[in-house]
C-alpha cells in the first residue's frame, strides 16, 4: 500500500506514503518545522536529544511539534518519548562500548 508523493513543503523530495503516514512532507522539511526554539530550560532539556533520532523519527518528530503547537504534553506522551528515545539510544551505546 505504500506509494511515493512529493513533499507539500518543499515539493522537490519523494515522501514514502504509509498507512502510518501523518503528513507528506519530506524529513529535511520536517526537521525545520520543529527547530524552532524552546523557550522553557525544563523542556528545552527534555527535547535536547540527539538530532538523529528526530531524524530516524517521525513519531519523535510529532511529540516535539505537539509541543511547539500546544505548550504541553500529556503524561503518556512524555513517557513514550522518553521510551523511544532510550530505545532509540541503545545501539549508540553498544558501540561505545566496543572502545
Ligand atoms: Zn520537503
Known amino acids: 500500500m505504500a506509494y511515493q508523493q512529493r513533499c507539500i513543503a518543499c515539493k522537490k523530495n519523494f515522501v514514502l506514503i504509509t498507512f502510518y503516514t501523518q503528513r507528506p512532507v ?7 518545522d520543529i527547530s ?3 523557550e522553557s530550560p525544563k523542556w528545552k532539556k527534555f527535547f535536547n ?3 538523529a ?3 530516524k523519527s ?3 518528530r510529532s511529540i516535539k ?3 511547539l503547537r500546544q505548550g504541553a504534553l500529556t503524561q503518556k506522551q512524555k513517557d ?3 521510551k523511544v528515545v532510550k530505545e532509540g539510544a541503545q ?3 553498544k558501540e561505545n562500548m566496543k572502545e
Do not use: G
Not at 519530506?26 to 525545520?32: E, L
Open 65 to 67: 511539534r505537539n509541543y
Open 80 to 82: 513514550t518519548f522518553l
Open 58 to 60: 517521525s513519531f519523535l
Open 49 to 51: 536529544i540527539d538530532p
Open 91 to 93: 545501539p549508540r551505546k
Open 53 to 55: 533520532l528526530y531524524e
Open 26 to 32: 519530506c524529513v529535511s522539511c520536517d526537521m525545520k
Open 36 to 38: 524552532d526554539p524552546i
